[in-house]
């Protein structure tokens, strides 16, 4: 079965320091894994893409790492700001059969982040 | 502005009496699809669909339907509506969900906070 586990559940850290999320994943075949931030009460908004052949992709202060032989991605945030505090869910997309069904999203169940001052 | 637009925010109703939540994007989007959210357990996809007129069921389909006569609008029909379908709903659509097409990212709703008494 297709899982996606991050860790860990929640974290609190302080203003200004970084931290790293991680998500470990089992989906085979695998076609490439997104990270997303999603506010409290908000839909999901997409951080990072990372496909198969990609190790390290930044985004502003927000860096994914994938080890697509591992299975693993993590993503570090860096220089934390109060509005960083959010779930940070990893959705890793697996290749559908071509017999149909469309390309598959699991995801994983967030990790809880709160900045605080 | 590109979005998805779900309504209502907020519903609370009584078991058994059957209620719709709308969806529109104005992107164009192929694939659109309902995830409902509950703690612990991350998204769940609930009823997808690759194209108009085109719908197939999900990981948790019981006790939903849904319709695609239009491109734009997938809405979530809940005909008899129970407790344990209280949840918060998030309708998402991508330009493509085909094979061969995993690098279109998913755009999320706002969300819709279901509470059935």
């Known amino acids: 079965k297709n899982q996606v586990e991050q860790s860990p559940q929640s974290l609190i850290i302080l203003e200004g320091k970084n931290c790293t999320l991680q998500?470990?994943?089992?989906?085979?075949?695998?076609?490439?894994l997104r990270w997303y931030k999603q506010d409290t009460g908000r839909g999901p908004v997409s951080l990072t893409i990372?496909?198969?052949?990609?190790n390290t992709k930044s985004n502003g202060r927000y860096t994914a790492t994938l080890d697509a032989d591992t299975k693993q991605s993590s993503l570090h945030i860096t220089a934390s700001q109060l509005s960083d505090s959010a779930s940070y869910i990893c959705v890793v997309r697996g290749v559908a059969p071509l017999t149909g069904g469309g390309n598959k999203l699991t995801f994983g169940t967030g990790t809880q982040l709160k900045v605080e001052l | 502005e590109a979005q998805v637009t779900q309504n209502p925010r907020y519903l609370i109703t009584v078991t058994g009496k059957k209620l719709t939540v709308t969806c529109s994007q104005n992107m164009n989007h192929e694939y659109m699809s309902w995830y409902r959210q509950d703690p612990g357990l991350g998204l769940r996809q609930i009823y997808y669909s690759m194209n108009v007129e085109v719908t197939d069921k999900g990981d948790v389909p019981e006790g939903y339907k849904v319709s695609r006569k239009e491109k734009r609008n997938f809405p979530l029909i809940l005909e008899s509506p129970s407790p344990n379908q209280t949840s918060l709903y998030f309708c998402?659509?991508?330009?493509?969900?085909?094979?061969?097409?995993?690098?279109?990212?998913?755009?999320f709703g706002s969300g819709t906070r279901l509470t059935v008494v």
């Open positions: 998402a659509s991508s330009l493509s969900a085909r094979p061969g097409q995993g690098a279109w990212g998913y755009t």
């Open positions: 990372m496909t198969f052949s990609e």
């Open positions: 998500c470990n994943y089992t989906v085979s075949p695998f076609s490439n």
